[in-house]
């Protein structure tokens, strides 16, 4: 009887939760993540994103979202990574500890970059790479500072494309950056 009563507790919090005006869980999606869904008005388009909590991450907390999303696995404690549906996103935010939902930085690496980094968690994730990076606009002082924050060496910048050196983290970061659109392993030639 208990156990019967707090599943309908919880199916009307999640009801709540989920029928909040629609502007207040899309004011929790980044600028990147907005731009994305507009783009893919339609509900079925799948997205991979990455939600900022704003507390340590519970095995119930993954268990909620599990509610709302096709997958989500905790980074640590305080990154959570879900695969949702357009339709599936808005009640993913809605979630009273979700803080802040954006589109997964992977989904700005090339396929290369991809593999590289792959590689460089299997060793230990203390790997640097070489990268080349594009932004949506020129790169102006306070962008390129934006991009020094973030840990990786910026070398070269030209008009909207830049090149660094970053570590798995910093590259994560950059990644994370709204301006950032792309980066690319940085590709390495013999020109004897």
Known sequence: MILRLIGVVLTALTLCACSQPP???AAKFTSSLKKSVEAHSDTQTLFS????????ITADMRGEALVHAREADALGDH????SVTGGQLRALAALD???RVDLDPENKFDLPLRTAVQRARRGGGQAR???LGKCGRAISPEIKKGLQETGARIGSVIGDMFTADADLAALYALAALDDVTLLQLSQTRDTR
């Open 23 to 25: 502007g207040e869980p």
């Open 129 to 131: 790479l070489d990268v």
């Open 97 to 99: 500890w979700i803080e």
């Open 49 to 56: 994103v990455l939600c900022i909590p704003t507390r340590p």
């Open 79 to 82: 990154l959570l990574r879900a």
